[in-house]
């Protein structure tokens, strides 16, 4: 787990951008509002009884962070299904402390 796990799903990462990066993706970034994204996707799983993949998110929320719900324990993934590219995707399913996250 890393540094994130310390984040609640209402915070903002210190740094949505990555070092090095040019400012136009740090703006970028910065324009973006992380707790508002994470709850979006952390409602389109909750939203799918039968699990969601990465493209059901993106279609339901227009963002994923997937990576960042999974490391705040929030999401999990045990299982695969086809995707609408033909290929397999994770299913991914909220978690006890999702839901309470969602209350």
Known sequence: MSGDAQLSIFETPAAPSRRGDPITS???GASVDVPARRRAALEA?????DGATYHDVVNAAGAGRLTELD?????ETHELRQGP???LARVWRVTPAGLEALR
Not at 71 to 75: A, E, H, N, P
């Open 26 to 28: 740090e703006l970028a």
């Open 45 to 49: 799983i909750a939203a799918h009884r």
């Open 71 to 75: 490391r705040l324990g929030l999401i």
């Open 85 to 87: 590219t033909g290929r």
